[in-house]
Structure formats: C-alpha cells, structure tokens
C-alpha cells in the first residue's frame, strides 16, 4: 500500500506524522529523546541534497550549455531564446522579492524567537555579518573577483563557493559550444550519462524524504516547542509564493504575449492546458515535455523548428516559477533567521536566483538542491531548509506550471516574430474540445 502512494503524498504523509511527533514529545517531555534520535535523521537528509548540489550544478549547466551547439546555425532564434528566457526569469525574480519583501511573511515570526533562533544558528549567521564586513571593506567589484575561483578543486569542496562552480561550468559549456562537434562528442556522452546518474541519485535521496521531513518536521517542532507563531509564518509564506506564481500566469505572460503577439491569452491558455495540467500533476517540467511540444505545435501553430530548439532548452535553462520561489524562499528564510539583507545581498539573490534555476533539473524537487546555492552564496542558514521543505510540494506543483507557461510563451513569442507561428483559433478550439 505505502509502496503504490506517489512520493508526493507520501511526503505529505511524514510532513503530517512529523507534526504529530513532535507535538507529542513536547507534550510527553520527550525532546532529548527526539533530538538525540530522530533529528539526525533530518541532518542526513539535508547532508545527502547538500552532497549532490555541487556535481548537479556543474553537470547539468555543462549539459544546457552545450545542448546549445547549433547556436551558430539558429543564433538569431539561440540569441532571441536567451534573452527572453533570462529576462522572464529575471522578471519572476523581482517579482518574487518585491512580494517577500513587503509582505514580510517571515517577519510575523516574534522577535524573541528570532534571537533565539540566532543563538541556535548563531555560527551561520555570524559567518553571514563577517562576510558582509569583509564586502563593506573590499572593493566594489569583489563580489565579481569573488566569482572567478583561482582552484576548481577549492571552488569545489567548498559548498559557499557554487558561484565560483557556476562560473567555470559555464566557460566549460561556452567551450565546448565554440569547439567542433566530433572534439567534443565523448564529453557530451560522458555529461550526458553523468547527468542520468545525478538525476537517479536525486530519485533515491527523495526515496528517503518523507523520512526526512518526518524527522525535520518533528525536530522543527521540538526545537520551536510547537511554536504557533512558525505555523502562520508558513502559512505566509506560502500565500506569498503562490502569489508571486499567479502573477506570472495572470499578469506577465499575457503581458508579453500582448506585447510580441496578436494571441489572445485565453486562446494560449486553452492550448496549453493539457501541458499545465501534466506539470502540475507530475511537478515535471521535464517530464511534461513532450506535451508540451505537442500543444505548442499542433494547437498553437508554432513550427517544428522553433518548438524544437526553444522547448528543449526551456526546460534545461529557463524556469521563472522556480527562481521566482527560490527568492521568495531564500528572504523568507533570512527573515525568521533574523539574517539582515542590504540591498547587495538581493541584487546577489537575483543573480544567484536566475543562475541557480538555470541549473535546476525539472524533476520534482530539483530546486530544493539548488535553493542551497542561493541560499549559501547570500549566507543564510541552510538549515532553514527545514522550515519550508513540509510545504514544498504543493508549491512545486504550481513552479511546475509556471515553468512550462514560461517555455510555452517564449517558443510562441520566437515563433512570431521569425514568421514561423500559423496560429488559427478555430482550430484550438476544436482541438481543445476534442
Ligand atoms: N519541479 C520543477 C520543474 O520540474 C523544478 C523545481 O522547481 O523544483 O520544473
């Protein structure tokens, strides 16, 4: 029975359970029992994502970037891609710290539990101030010296150095897009095999997260004593990322496709809901792929070389949903760790947000890895993680959707304006019924 539940509810169900326990050690005086036993297997949770957020980084940029190899051919379509998909997400990204920033979800946290949490976490957080002393002091441009790592090997041991990763992944991927095809071919079959291996390894540790969240969960509780105040934090926290999300689907894209085309937004949406309804249930933009591809050809109209060149890439490097939550998540975080942000610390999350989605696989949960790079590079607590991982699949699945609206409107977008869209609406809408 456990065995046949979708891994989704099965986190939910240890998310519900971990509740459960910890109210009831707190209520039978059984915290040492839980710290001492339970909540380390929380930590071996968070240790696993942390083990595989450095190769998973490295690999799947290094795959992206070079997916991109008949950018010479297509570099017009490569170049109009790119821009739209970083300035989309760079758009969700904004979004989402203007939201967190003025709902303050984290803030409803009270003040003394705030200290309190500082204390806990206080070597995290002290590491956080020294950091942003040692900016205050250096030169201006040392948050860009600071992302060119003179040792790949140091940058890698190192999990506060993912920007210094994400750097070289990117040259290496630049690389081996400029070299010749045949140079290059074991690489790419070496990444590409590497990449299967990261994705499954990810399969077995989220295997093992409804036990994690169980014991995260429960060790949460004991350590907040069952806190009333955390539980409406989330709950805001919660509101402000399906907020940011909604907005995305509500106001930006029909924004864009008004701009760049003559679709009326409610012909685009009936198109590709089957697409939507797939990322929602599956919270795979990888998996939804293919219908993807098979609504933006077949009812919207765009041609087969554009959808399959624009979609593909979408899906490895271009999710608004997930980095709109990344900086909603990584704030909200800093708030109930009482982590003060200046305004560097969000331009950093903009940019690590942007990077960071990029490099997310879209599997289940593949930004929960990623968040830690984020969350690292502006020096919040990761334990943090905890706070927000019980809710995550809800709002996964509505990432999920956001990402694959995103790849849908681009690729209509690109279609448009290389006169490759044949757009009919009559035809959507018998489609659409049938
Ligand atoms: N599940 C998302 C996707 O597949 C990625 C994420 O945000 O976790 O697009």
């Known amino acids: 029975m456990w065995k046949r539940l979708p891994l989704y509810v099965k986190i939910l169900i240890g998310m519900a359970l971990g509740i459960i326990a910890g109210m009831l050690a707190v209520y039978f005086g059984l915290t040492k029992f839980t710290t001492d036993w339970i909540k380390p297997w929380g930590v071996i949770f968070l240790n696993l994502l942390k083990l595989i957020a450095v190769p998973l980084i490295f690999v799947s940029l290094v795959k992206g970037i070079s997916s991109l190899s008949n950018i010479s051919k297509l570099s017009r379509i490569g170049i109009k891609t790119i821009l739209?998909?970083?300035?989309s997400t760079v758009i969700a990204v904004s979004f989402g710290l203007l939201l967190v920033n003025n709902f303050e979800p984290g803030n409803t946290f009270p003040e003394h539990k705030?200290?309190?949490?500082?204390?806990?976490?206080?070597?995290?957080?002290?590491?956080?101030?020294?950091?942003?002393?040692?900016?205050?002091?250096?030169?201006?441009?040392?948050?860009?010296?600071?992302?060119?790592p003179d040792n790949f090997f140091k940058a890698a041991t190192d999990n506060t150095k993912m920007l210094q990763?994400?750097?070289?992944?990117?040259?290496?991927?630049?690389?081996?897009?400029?070299?010749?095809?045949?140079?290059?071919?074991?690489?790419?079959?070496?990444?590409?095999?590497?990449?299967?291996?990261?994705l499954k390894i990810i399969d077995i540790i989220m295997l093992f997260a409804p036990y994690g969240v169980f014991a995260l969960i429960a060790g949460l509780i004991v350590d907040f004593s069952g806190d009333a105040d955390l539980f409406t934090a989330l709950g805001w926290y919660a509101i402000t990322v399906v907020a940011g999300l909604l907005i995305m689907i509500f106001i930006i894209y029909p924004l864009f496709l008004r701009i760049f085309t003559p679709i009326k937004y409610t012909d685009f949406y009936k198109s590709i809901s089957p697409a939507q309804l797939l990322a929602f249930s599956t919270s795979s933009s990888a998996a939804t792929l293919p219908v993807t591809m098979e609504c933006?050809?077949?009812?919207?109209?765009?041609?087969?070389?554009?959808?399959?060149?624009?979609?593909?890439?979408?899906v490895t490097i271009n999710m608004d949903g997930t980095s709109c939550y990344q900086a909603i998540a990584a704030v909200f975080i800093a708030q109930v760790?009482?982590?003060?942000?200046?305004?560097?610390?969000?331009?950093?999350?903009v940019v690590t947000a942007t990077l960071a989605s990029i490099g997310t696989p879209g599997v289940p949960g593949g930004s929960i890895v990623m968040l830690i790079i984020v969350l690292t590079s502006v020096g919040i607590p990761i334990e943090g993680l905890a706070l927000i991982l019980g809710i995550d699949r809800p709002l996964d699945?509505?990432?999920?959707?956001v990402n694959v609206t995103g790849d849908a409107t681009v690729s209509t977008i690109v279609a448009k304006t290389e006169g490759k869209l044949n757009h009919n609406p009559q035809v959507i809408s018998k489609k659409v019924r049938s």
């Open 114 to 148: 705030k200290t309190e949490l500082q204390e806990r976490f206080g070597s995290a957080i002290s590491l956080k101030k020294d950091q942003a002393d040692y900016i205050k002091e250096e030169s201006p441009l040392q948050f860009l010296v600071d992302v060119v």
């Open 165 to 198: 990763i994400i750097f070289f992944a990117i040259l290496f991927g630049i690389a081996m897009v400029i070299l010749e095809e045949k140079k290059v071919k074991v690489v790419k079959d070496f990444f590409d095999g590497i990449d299967s291996i990261i």
């Open 337 to 349: 760790f009482g982590v003060p942000l200046d305004i560097y610390d969000q331009l950093l999350i």
């Open 296 to 314: 933006v050809e077949n009812k919207m109209g765009v041609s087969n070389e554009v959808a399959s060149f624009v979609l593909p890439v979408g």
């Open 84 to 87: 739209l998909y970083v300035i």
């Open 397 to 401: 699945m509505l990432r999920t959707v």
